[in-house]
């Protein structure tokens, strides 16, 4: 059962464009987080989310959590090259089990 | 800025062999973890520490695993007899609270 499901899996854009990443679980999750991970590497903490409709921003990088803590969402106002990557979403649900999300693959056209 | 270091980098063993796989968390940090992620699939959890005991486990981390603190500094996975699907990145992250994990740059365990 794949408890967080992100969307889009795979998305391509052009330099400058906006984008909206969505991360959604039928689950409540206690906390969120989002990560980038580069190929070969561990996942980077970007943020973490804790409180229902949260918004927590970092620089161009917008992530909201929704107001019943089941879904979460990462937007980028104009993308840059070096936006390119895995963001991944996970957090812990009520259960204290910790997942991650499908993952999405951000790839910046210059 | 403090980090996460893994060692090795990268770990060739055969099939049946005994790895540990080594972490130094954060000096601080207070909650342990194990994540592995196969080639081409999402990351997995596998365990999380705290306190010199296990907190949480996933289905994944059978008694073919184990883990420890031998000391301030170290964290382990022991994978006791290997197999060809024990092949992955092996990940380890800490925390000074629940909410927020910093990873390593990973394991790769290649079982021949």
């Known amino acids: 059962t794949q408890l967080l499901e992100q969307s889009p899996q795979f998305l391509s854009i052009q330099e400058g464009e906006n984008l909206t990443v969505y991360c959604n679980s039928s689950?409540?999750?206690?906390?969120l987080q989002w990560y980038r991970q580069e190929p070969g590497e561990g996942p980077v903490l970007l943020v973490t989310?804790?409180?229902?409709?949260e918004v927590k921003k970092l620089k161009r990088l917008t992530f909201q959590f929704g107001d019943a803590r089941k879904d979460s969402s990462l937007h980028i106002t104009a993308a840059q090259p070096g936006d390119t990557g895995l963001y991944l979403c996970?957090?812990?649900?009520?259960?204290?089990?910790?997942?991650f999300g499908t993952g999405t693959s951000l790839t910046v056209i210059p | 800025e403090p980090e996460v270091t893994q060692t090795p980098s990268h770990q060739v063993t055969q099939m049946g062999q005994e790895v540990i796989l080594r972490c130094v968390p954060i000096?601080?940090?207070?909650?342990f973890y194990w994540y592995r992620q196969i080639l081409g699939q999402k990351v997995e959890f596998l365990v999380s520490?705290?306190?010199?005991?296990?907190?949480?486990k996933s289905e994944i981390f059978d008694d073919q695993f184990s883990v420890e603190r031998p000391d301030g500094s170290n964290f382990t996975l022991k994978i006791r007899s290997t197999k060809l699907e024990d092949s992955a990145m092996y990940f380890c992250?800490?925390?000074?609270?629940?909410?927020?994990?910093?990873f390593g740059a990973g394991t790769r365990l290649s079982v021949l």
């Open positions: 992250a800490s925390s000074p609270t629940t909410y927020i994990q910093y």
């Open positions: 689950s409540v999750f206690s906390s």
């Open positions: 989310v804790v409180t229902g409709g």
């Open positions: 996970a957090g812990w649900d009520t259960g204290n089990q910790f997942y």
């Open positions: 000096s601080n940090h207070l909650y």
């Open positions: 520490f705290y306190n010199n005991e296990i907190s949480e």
